[in-house]
């Protein structure tokens, strides 16, 4: 069965840090551009960060840009979300995404990303 699997998330106090994994499960991670993506209640699903299939393009959503980081890890098929200083507006379902492409960029669209991973909550409090 080919999924991902995402864990890592959690309760944290404003200012703290958490680590976010999304783990390819039945196929391998190395062609495919993955995105991070959150959706907070009544809120629109919006993309936080991507990093390229070859790994040397990454982008960021301007509210997250230098507390947040993307990597990945081939030998694993694991990509990584590092988040530092959270705030509580960082509060939100959290979703990594696989789109089936070899390319030296990324994106936040949607539409193109065809493996999604269950989701995992990140709560931070004020």
């Known amino acids: 069965q080919l999924q991902l699997a995402q864990s890592g998330g959690g309760l944290v106090q404003h200012g703290g840090s958490l680590r976010l994994s999304c783990a390819a499960s039945?196929?391998?991670?190395?062609?495919?551009?993955i995105g991070w993506f959150r959706q907070a209640p009544g809120k629109e699903r919006e993309g936080v960060s991507c990093?390229?299939?070859?790994?040397?393009?990454?982008k960021y959503a301007d509210s997250v840009k230098g507390r947040f980081t993307i990597s990945r890890d081939y030998a694993e098929s694991t990509v990584y979300l590092q988040m530092n200083s959270l705030q509580p507006e960082d509060t939100a379902v959290y979703y990594c995404?696989?789109?089936?492409?070899?390319?030296?960029?990324?994106?936040?669209?949607?539409?193109?990303?065809?493996?999604w991973g269950q989701g995992t909550q990140v709560t931070v409090s004020s």
């Open positions: 995404a696989a789109e089936p492409v070899s390319s030296s960029s990324c994106h936040f669209g949607t539409n193109n990303y065809y493996y």
């Open positions: 990093i390229s299939s070859t790994g040397d393009s990454t």
């Open positions: 039945g196929f391998r991670l190395d062609y495919y551009g």
